[in-house]
């Protein structure tokens, strides 16, 4: 039996008297167990009398954890039905056909698999002559018979049950302890798209699904170099999720590839259901801090490019994001669009986006700062300032609007396309201009918050985009509680936890944080490609040289 470890003191609180009911005396009754935060405790209860659970016989409790395939098909249907309830679940399916005189039962998942691939391999299998499986049946289907270019044995019930699960297709032979398993999966999954978040005018269009031999496809497309290593692990003890981290061996750092390894195999959670971001925060565990510490990508191209840097990628099955490690604060105000124009048009795309970023955190709490206290209004900025006042106190304006901003998003996200653009304009134009006009609030809160909406929305990483939205609310609230010291204080102790931000190892302000003049000159220049000679040495690359000549 299995028991629970009990965490601080717990009590006992007794369940009513049922001596009368079934029979048990009150020394026998069933008890809740709490602990000091007020959770119960599940225990599995011995029963000293070896009863089984009810409904359930000593044969039926014995195929729940046998795990080896017995000889009789018979056998088999029985072990599939108590191990994964093969008659209870209409999408398991066991047929059942003789090939040569030999009983099989052929195990699937309805919808995981390609019934052309199954048609043909069975369309094979009804020409078997009864002397091929005679004898020695498991090899001459293995290496005679079964024309597939994939195929798998599985000596235990549990591995074919977690292949098929997966995606294959176990044929079980009668008098075989072996099962063998053919790889025909064909997860539903939609075309490779370019990503909403990362669109190009020019450049490719494909971008990650929630397939994972898709997106590692599409990146070994990219990269044909055979030191491109994809390793995979499974997480979950139920959902047994597939992570594969990708990297190239001669470049990537070998102490990052193998922590990270570690880090995914030690992980002992019942699934991951939300994919990547459930692994990030279990990997990085980076509590409270909302700034990212991974870049997400769904482009092919962009993983490409990170890898032969020396970056570690990890894919997550089901999902159509990488998450891209080590990173720092500027990879995160990177586009793909910044190298798909020439250097200088680039450099300069890279540089609105760094004044979008830096608006949409210090842009309102500025313009507050200066309306609260005009001495640290410069003279070049009298004009700055509403021309009348209005009802609302100037902070509670910019929470209200705030506040209504992120409303407008989440509406915009569950509203249908079509409706959309009617939603957009009844928020801009009657909620907005009517504020305004009633006196609710001044058009300079409006005019100062648009900018830094757009600035926040310029920002390529959303997860970016939402931190610096929380610190400029806190900078908001600072300022307006304590004027120019609270600014001060505030920005400081905002630069300071970014400082101290590691992202495996990696400085999270690198290159101004520890200060370093090529990554600098890297992060504000986009540099033409040929005069990158060498990598960058964030990432600690084993071989640093980009060009040779």
């Given at each position: 039996m299995k028991k629970m470890?009990?965490?601080?003191?717990?009590?006992?609180?007794?369940?009513?008297d049922a001596s009368g009911a079934d029979g048990r005396s009150g020394n026998d009754e069933a008890k809740l167990e709490i602990d000091r935060e007020g959770n119960i405790i599940h225990r599995e209860l011995e029963d000293p009398s070896g009863r089984l659970p009810e409904g359930m016989t000593a044969e039926e409790m014995r195929m729940k954890h046998e795990d080896d395939i017995p000889h009789s098909l018979d056998e088999v249907k029985r072990?599939?039905?108590?191990?994964?309830?093969?008659?209870?679940?209409?999408d398991l399916v066991l047929r059942e056909m003789v090939f040569g005189g030999r009983r099989t039962g052929i195990f699937y998942a309805n919808g995981l698999v390609k019934d052309a691939v199954l048609t043909d391999v069975l369309m094979r299998l009804t020409f078997t002559d009864p002397d091929e499986v005679e004898e020695k049946a498991l090899q001459a289907f293995d290496e005679q018979l079964v024309p597939h270019i994939q195929v798998a044995k599985a000596d235990t019930m549990e591995k074919a049950v977690d292949l098929v699960f997966r995606g294959g297709t176990a044929l079980f032979i009668e008098g075989e302890s072996t099962a063998i398993v053919i790889d025909a999966k064909s997860f539903p999954s939609r075309t490779t798209q370019e990503p909403d978040l990362e669109r190009v005018i020019r450049g490719s269009r494909d971008g990650f699904v929630e397939t994972l031999m898709t997106n590692v496809s599409l990146v070994r497309r990219r990269v044909r170099d055979p030191r491109l290593k994809l390793e995979l692990a499974e997480v979950g003890e139920r959902t047994k999720t597939d992570v594969c981290v990708g990297y190239i061996s001669d470049i990537a750092d070998p102490h990052l590839v193998k922590h990270v390894m570690e880090k995914i195999k030690e992980?002992?959670?019942?699934?991951?259901?939300?994919?990547?971001?459930?692994?990030?925060?279990?990997?990085?565990?980076?509590?409270?801090?909302?700034?990212?510490l991974v870049r997400y990508t769904e482009r092919p191209d962009v993983v490409a490019a990170h890898m032969l840097e020396g970056h570690v990628v990890v894919f997550v099955d089901t999902s159509p994001s990488a998450m891209v490690l080590p990173t720092t604060f500027f990879h995160h105000l990177q586009h793909a669009e910044e190298?798909?124009?020439?250097?200088?048009?680039?450099?300069y795309l890279r540089?609105?986006?760094?004044?979008?970023?830096?608006?949409?955190?210090?842009l309102l709490p500025m313009w507050l700062l200066m309306v609260k206290d005009p001495a640290y209004k410069p003279p070049l900025f009298e004009f700055v300032g509403p021309a009348k006042s209005a009802h609302l106190p100037i902070i509670v304006q910019f929470l209200l609007a705030e506040?209504?901003?992120?409303?407008?998003?989440?509406?915009?996200?569950?509203?249908p396309g079509p409706l959309a653009t009617a939603m957009g304009l009844v928020a801009a134009v009657l909620v907005g201009q009517i504020a305004v006009e009633t006196g609710l609030f001044v058009n300079e809160v409006i005019l100062y918050l648009a900018i830094a909406a757009i600035g926040m929305f310029a920002t390529p990483s959303y997860e970016l985009s939402m931190a610096n939205r929380l610190s400029r609310l806190g900078l908001l609230l600072a300022t307006?509680?304590?004027?120019?010291?609270?600014?001060?204080?505030?920005?400081?102790?905002?630069?300071?936890?970014?400082?101290?931000?590691?992202?495996?190892?990696?400085?999270?302000?690198?290159?101004?944080?520890?200060?370093?003049?090529m990554g600098l000159l890297s992060v504000i220049v986009r540099r033409p490609i040929n005069t990158a000679k060498t990598r960058l040495s964030l990432t600690k690359t084993i071989d640093g040289t980009r060009q040779r000549t």
């Amino acid at each position: 039996m299995k028991k629970m470890l009990n965490f601080g003191r717990s009590h006992h609180i007794s369940a009513p008297d049922a001596s009368g009911a079934d029979g048990r005396s009150g020394n026998d009754e069933a008890k809740l167990e709490i602990d000091r935060e007020g959770n119960i405790i599940h225990r599995e209860l011995e029963d000293p009398s070896g009863r089984l659970p009810e409904g359930m016989t000593a044969e039926e409790m014995r195929m729940k954890h046998e795990d080896d395939i017995p000889h009789s098909l018979d056998e088999v249907k029985r072990l599939l039905e108590e191990r994964c309830g093969l008659t209870k679940s209409f999408d398991l399916v066991l047929r059942e056909m003789v090939f040569g005189g030999r009983r099989t039962g052929i195990f699937y998942a309805n919808g995981l698999v390609k019934d052309a691939v199954l048609t043909d391999v069975l369309m094979r299998l009804t020409f078997t002559d009864p002397d091929e499986v005679e004898e020695k049946a498991l090899q001459a289907f293995d290496e005679q018979l079964v024309p597939h270019i994939q195929v798998a044995k599985a000596d235990t019930m549990e591995k074919a049950v977690d292949l098929v699960f997966r995606g294959g297709t176990a044929l079980f032979i009668e008098g075989e302890s072996t099962a063998i398993v053919i790889d025909a999966k064909s997860f539903p999954s939609r075309t490779t798209q370019e990503p909403d978040l990362e669109r190009v005018i020019r450049g490719s269009r494909d971008g990650f699904v929630e397939t994972l031999m898709t997106n590692v496809s599409l990146v070994r497309r990219r990269v044909r170099d055979p030191r491109l290593k994809l390793e995979l692990a499974e997480v979950g003890e139920r959902t047994k999720t597939d992570v594969c981290v990708g990297y190239i061996s001669d470049i990537a750092d070998p102490h990052l590839v193998k922590h990270v390894m570690e880090k995914i195999k030690e992980l002992e959670l019942d699934g991951l259901p939300l994919a990547e971001k459930q692994l990030e925060e279990a990997i990085i565990k980076k509590g409270w801090n909302p700034y990212p510490l991974v870049r997400y990508t769904e482009r092919p191209d962009v993983v490409a490019a990170h890898m032969l840097e020396g970056h570690v990628v990890v894919f997550v099955d089901t999902s159509p994001s990488a998450m891209v490690l080590p990173t720092t604060f500027f990879h995160h105000l990177q586009h793909a669009e910044e190298y798909r124009q020439s250097p200088f048009t680039g450099t300069y795309l890279r540089w609105v986006r760094f004044l979008g970023a830096f608006a949409s955190v210090f842009l309102l709490p500025m313009w507050l700062l200066m309306v609260k206290d005009p001495a640290y209004k410069p003279p070049l900025f009298e004009f700055v300032g509403p021309a009348k006042s209005a009802h609302l106190p100037i902070i509670v304006q910019f929470l209200l609007a705030e506040l209504g901003i992120d409303l407008m998003r989440m509406a915009a996200i569950h509203t249908p396309g079509p409706l959309a653009t009617a939603m957009g304009l009844v928020a801009a134009v009657l909620v907005g201009q009517i504020a305004v006009e009633t006196g609710l609030f001044v058009n300079e809160v409006i005019l100062y918050l648009a900018i830094a909406a757009i600035g926040m929305f310029a920002t390529p990483s959303y997860e970016l985009s939402m931190a610096n939205r929380l610190s400029r609310l806190g900078l908001l609230l600072a300022t307006a509680l304590l004027g120019g010291p609270g600014f001060i204080v505030f920005s400081t102790l905002w630069v300071i936890v970014l400082t101290v931000q590691r992202s495996y190892n990696s400085p999270y302000l690198w290159p101004f944080i520890p200060f370093n003049f090529m990554g600098l000159l890297s992060v504000i220049v986009r540099r033409p490609i040929n005069t990158a000679k060498t990598r960058l040495s964030l990432t600690k690359t084993i071989d640093g040289t980009r060009q040779r000549t």
